[in-house]
């Protein structure tokens, strides 16, 4: 999924906690006395944002109770938690009621340089170098990894094979593919392409991506160069086509907009294609986000969840325990979750090749365009530093101002967010 989500999840609506010990799930709404009944001594508050898809919640705590089981002096409590998962987390961390391993969708470096998250270089062993490589670039630190990556979500651009057909359209490999396709498509009562709701979504960062450019490089922001500015003005032109599907009933990370029709065109997660396939059998495809223009770069958006551990928690041995249990060592429950629930390709290798299910037809496509095209954000594209720029593309595509003078503006507020980093 995207970075920065910042309104209710693409998966969230569920909320309560659950305390797992030796053999069975309580519920709970209050932080429980470790111990009381299983014999632990130690019990883990585990958070994880509201997973949307079905036997999501059930399986984390399955895999909790599996953990307990085999080592029953530590509980485990599985705290769900609904609407804005980022900003209940960080309120949280500066409390007593900090939660001892959680998960999050944008690892950040300042977290780990302020002492936040626990080092975890030690739980990998001979494991990490079955890890994607892009995997541990994005947990790493100054040279320590300080997380353990859970699953990555791979974004691509989903089309209806029969609409584009009918209309005489192939699959767009450049921008200005894109937008005439779009353009094309868009009827009376549709439109040819849903992005996001704000008609902007991930874009901005794929169209300068897709460009040659970069959005952060050696810690400095890039995004104001001329590859950038030029590809981020000209997605103005997806709006000026009026061909954007704004304001639906969900936004870009559920698929209904395609599976119903509304659009034939749309940006969403490989999560999503069982669902997909479900309504639609094999008429659709993926593609990446095309190249700006000839000698540019297609573009799969590769983000995802990693388990981090609090550094400053009360059980930091006892949570990495069990982040290493699960994440590094239960190769079968890392399978589980990233094929059983949704779509999700595995960061360990073997794993992935062994995963079925994303061995065959489109699923095997979308494995293999996150391969050659996959791109991870920085972990130091935290929301202070990607907040001026999303801005700042919102203003240049609603044709507010000079598209140069707003990046160049904005990348100075996040480099003043980036030198904070290391202060």
């Known amino acids: 999924m995207s970075a920065h989500r910042a309104q209710l999840s693409r998966r969230g609506f569920l909320g309560g906690s659950l305390l797992v010990v030796a053999g069975a799930a309580v519920g709970c709404s209050t932080s429980p006395i470790g111990g009381s009944s299983s014999g632990a001594k130690t019990t883990l508050n585990v958070w994880s944002h509201a997973y949307g898809e079905a036997g999501t919640q059930q399986a984390l705590t399955r895999y909790a109770e599996s953990f307990t ?53 030690d739980l990998y062993g001979s494991a990490k170098s079955d890890f994607n490589q892009g995997d541990l ?48 498509l868009t009827t009376k009562n549709n439109k040819g392409l849903f992005i996001g709701n704000d008609g902007v979504g991930d874009t901005p960062a794929l169209a300068v991506l897709s460009n040659g450019g970069d959005l952060v490089t050696d810690g400095k922001a890039a995004f104001a160069s001329a590859q950038a500015v030029e590809a981020v003005a000209a997605l103005k032109r997806l709006t000026d086509g009026q061909s954007l599907l704004l304001g639906f009933t969900t936004d ?60 400053k928690g009360k059980h930091v041995d006892a949570a990495k325990k069990f982040v290493q249990w699960l994440w590094v060592e239960q190769t079968e429950l890392q399978k589980d979750w990233s094929e059983s629930y949704g779509f999700h390709i595995p960061p360990r290798t073997s794993v992935a090749a062994a995963a079925d299910k994303l061995s065959q037809g489109t699923a095997k496509e979308t494995v293999a365009l996150a391969a050659k095209y996959g791109k991870h954000n920085s972990n130091t594209w935290d929301t202070e530093v990607a907040t001026p720029f999303v801005a700042a593309a919102k203003k240049i595509v609603s044709g507010q101002d000079d598209a140069a003078q707003l990046l160049t503006d904005a990348a100075k507020q996040a480099q003043t967010a980036l030198d904070k980093q290391h202060s």
């Open 69 to 121: 089981k085999a080592n029953p002096d530590i509980a485990v409590k599985i705290t769900w938690t609904p609407g804005d998962y980022t900003a209940k987390l960080n309120s949280s961390l500066l409390t007593d009621a900090a939660p001892d391993v959680f998960e999050t969708g944008d690892l950040s470096a300042a977290m780990a340089r302020r002492g936040q998250l626990a080092p975890l270089d």
């Open 137 to 184: 670039d994005y947990v790493t630190v100054d040279g320590k990894l300080y997380g353990v990556k859970m699953i990555d979500d791979v974004m691509t651009l989903y089309y209806r094979k029969s609409v584009l057909a009918k209309a005489g359209i192939t699959a767009p490999t450049t921008f200005d593919g894109l937008v005439a396709a779009a353009k094309t």
């Open 252 to 311: 870009w990370w559920d698929p209904s907009a395609l599976t119903q029709g509304i659009v034939p065109m749309q940006w969403c997660g490989l999560w999503a294609m069982p669902a997909i396939k479900t309504a639609l059998g094999d008429d659709f495809g993926v593609l990446p986000w095309p190249a700006f223009k000839e000698g540019g770069s297609p573009v799969v958006k590769v983000g995802g969840w990693t388990a981090c551990v609090n550094a």
